[in-house]
């Protein structure tokens, strides 16, 4: 979607929850979760036994620049002594299992995750190997499990898909950008006032170059115009670029410009 | 995360909106981006001059069993062709633009999706090529830009990747899963009177073996017990177990169960 970006700006920002990675199979899938957990502002990233060994070249060649994340990666032996520091830990598990436990959806574990963060406390996230999943034992040791709401149809979820789909929650539990604006750059939303000044002008030139002559339809016609015209949003530039292509129309025909 | 599904199941339903990758370079990435439309309900893809030509064994390797989504893909020469017969056009852009135009979050643009295909209307969703992006006249074809909020220090963002949110979140937006319960599968979660039925037993349990002898301290410890023993929720099958566990501990020290 974008170039790379270097990444020299990744480092460990607070306090943000642990990715860690069971039994993991492909070093392209440690580097891709790298990325993943870049783009959430996640940072600290442990695997259990790598099933490849650690490090591997083929994570930093997928990784896109995530190195800081690949670098202070830690590796342990067993699910216990990757979390033995941790205060919470979240399982994620595709498939129902033979236990009980707190399920969460990814929004809601991320906004828990949110919760527990600030009290100052560590959290960890656990993801199973590529294809079979985490096992009852690796799910024992977590206090809730988080399962995805995707297509039961079809429920082969990358592994780096996975951790984006969280890290992505993640970051948007703290994110406040209003899910629908106007990208309006150097230019302003022009007001009603400045709108109106543009229907008035394009009213007068359209009643002097005939265009509204039918008496009985021109409020109707002048009122669908002005409908259209509010539809969306609209910038003072757009409406000055407007005031020009009617007066240069007007010009065009041999009339005077209003 | 989990195995191969086959993706038998895979078939358009309903009026989903059409993925179309401008310019894709790499076929693993039109492989993942299938696998991630699966996971998300989506089915319509469509590639406008993919840079190694089309079809290529490597996308369908990569998809993980979404081999459906890639045997129905249409090619178009231009994004202005690939969105002909369709109404609503977004173009995902990770960064500002000289331009003016409606910008939406993934989860904005997601539930913008879903109100305009109940109407009937098709929508498409543009992304660019891996390494540039859409560019200025991709984007002009748009009715609004999906950007999404993610680390501003870290824009790499995979192709797959970012369809995997927008699939998610297409999901999501009709998804009505609770972000938190308990799954307790064949047993049922305990009533107030049958946990208050094993506090007693464990009480009484306790009393007898002269845990609770001092009887200064004795209502804060039973209360402090009451506090943990409700910290979560506890299934029927639990507290059999720990009726049990009570009963066990008192038989083995010699005294009668109660």
Redesign the interface.
């Known amino acids: 979607?974008?170039?790379?970006?270097g990444?020299a700006?990744?480092k460990p920002e607070g306090n943000t929850p642990v990715v860690i990675l069971v039994r993991p199979q492909l070093a392209e899938n440690i580097g891709?979760t790298a990325?993943?957990m870049?783009?959430?502002?996640l940072f600290h990233l442990r695997l259990v036994a790598p099933r490849d060994g650690w490090p591997q070249s083929r994570a930093w060649r997928s990784a896109?620049?995530?190195d800081r994340i690949l670098d202070a990666a830690e590796v342990f032996e067993t699910v216990d002594e990757a979390t033995a520091d941790l205060h919470h830990v979240f399982a994620?598990c595709?498939?129902?299992?033979?236990?009980?436990?707190?399920?969460?959806?990814?929004?809601?574990g991320a906004?828990?995750l949110r919760a527990i963060t600030v009290r100052g406390l560590r959290c960890g996230l656990l993801?199973?190997p590529?294809?079979?999943?985490l096992d009852n034992e690796d799910m024992a040791r977590a206090d809730a499990?988080i399962r995805?709401?995707?297509?039961p149809?079809?429920?082969?979820?990358?592994?780096?898909?996975?951790v984006?789909?969280m890290a992505?929650e993640w970051?948007?539990a703290a994110?406040a950008?209003?899910?629908?604006?106007?990208?309006?750059?150097?230019?302003h939303v022009a007001t009603k006032g400045e709108l109106d000044n543009f229907m008035r002008h394009l009213i007068t030139e359209l009643d002097a170059c005939g265009f509204l002559r039918n008496e009985q339809k021109r409020p109707g016609m002048v009122r669908n115009l002005r409908h259209f015209f509010t539809r969306?949003?609209v910038?003072e530039?757009?409406l000055r670029t407007l005031h020009g292509v009617v007066s240069e129309l007007s010009r065009s025909r041999g009339r005077p410009s209003g």
């Open positions: 979607m974008t170039g790379r970006d990444g700006d990744l891709a990325r993943a870049a783009n959430g502002g896109s620049g995530a994620t595709p498939r129902p299992r033979h236990i009980v436990k707190t399920v969460l959806t990814a929004r809601g906004a828990e993801f199973g590529e294809r079979a999943g499990l995805y709401p995707l297509n149809r079809f429920m082969s979820l990358n592994l780096a898909q996975a984006m789909i992505y970051y948007m994110d950008t209003p899910p629908r604006t106007l990208m309006t750059n150097e230019t969306g949003e910038t530039q757009e």
